[in-house]
């Protein structure tokens, strides 16, 4: 035969004025946080990362039609460039240029 459980009678709802001073006291207890302002964010480029190198010298490949390639063969020739030294003195005020634009850094 199974038996019935007693159940305890309810807790009532606490009253009005013993609910607003316990909010209040809560609430006396919160402190306003402070909000520092925003750090402004600096865009670090890859180029300016900490751990590039100016004496690594990275490989590209570059395709160009035959008779750019045999003009610059023939510079090679009659100065003191080699065509990587040459194209990188010509190229590298271009791409100076063009990242000042990209940046606003100019």
């Known amino acids: 035969m199974v038996t019935k459980k007693k159940s305890s009678p309810l807790r009532g709802v606490p009253a009005a004025k013993d609910k607003d001073a316990a909010l209040d006291a809560f609430a006396a207890g919160a402190v306003q946080p402070t909000i520092a302002p925003p750090a ?3 865009t670090v480029y890859p180029w300016e990362e ?14 160009m039609p035959e008779p750019l390639y045999l003009k610059l063969k023939h510079i090679t020739n009659y100065t003191p460039y080699n065509m990587t030294s040459f194209i990188i003195e010509k190229i590298t005020p271009e791409i100076e240029k063009e990242i000042a634009r990209m940046t606003g850094r100019g």
Do not use: A, F, N
């Not at 900490?50 to 395709?63: A, I, T």
């Open 40 to 42: 402004p964010i600096q």
């Open 50 to 63: 900490p751990y590039v190198r100016e004496d690594v010298m990275k490989q590209v490949l570059l395709k």
